[in-house]
């Protein structure tokens, strides 16, 4: 007895879709590239930046600072307003000619 198969067959599949490339339009392959290369391009850039950096010499715009006296006498301030608010100690110290270490 041969039988025949009275079932239908399953309908076939609807096609895909196209596919979108990822990556912003590129495909995979080309996104690896171009990060690839931005990212050799900025190690290069930055070794050149570093390595330029460390070999330049200082700018020579040293000026002498203005906290300390260039000539080593200590020069006290009499302003009536500063001496108002100045302790003993410290007026004790700028009447001997020294440096105040005390507010």
Same mark, same amino acid.
């Given at each position: *007895?041969?039988?025949? +198969?009275?079932?239908? $067959? #399953?309908? %076939? =599949? %609807? %096609? !895909? @879709? @196209?596919?979108?490339?990822? =990556?912003?339009? *590129? /495909?995979? /392959?080309?996104?690896? &590239? &171009?990060?690839?290369?931005?990212?050799?391009?900025?190690?290069?850039?930055?070794?050149?930046? &570093? $390595?330029?950096? !460390?070999?330049?010499?200082? +700018? !020579?715009?040293?000026?002498? $600072?203005?906290?300390?006296?260039? $000539?080593?006498?200590?020069?006290?301030?009499?302003?009536?307003?500063?001496?108002?608010?100045? +302790?003993?100690? /410290?007026?004790?110290?700028?009447?001997?000619?020294? =440096? @105040?270490?005390? #507010?």
């Amino acid at each position: *007895m041969d039988q025949t +198969s009275t079932t239908p $067959s #399953p309908p %076939p =599949f %609807p %096609p !895909a @879709p @196209p596919k979108a490339p990822a =990556f912003g339009g *590129m /495909r995979r /392959r080309t996104a690896l &590239v &171009v990060t690839a290369a931005g990212l050799l391009t900025g190690a290069f850039a930055g070794g050149f930046i &570093v $390595s330029h950096a !460390a070999t330049t010499a200082p +700018s !020579a715009s040293a000026s002498p $600072s203005t906290t300390t006296p260039s $000539s080593g006498t200590f020069h006290s301030n009499e302003n009536a307003t500063h001496e108002a608010g100045e +302790s003993a100690a /410290r007026e004790a110290q700028e009447n001997a000619g020294q =440096f @105040p270490t005390v #507010p």
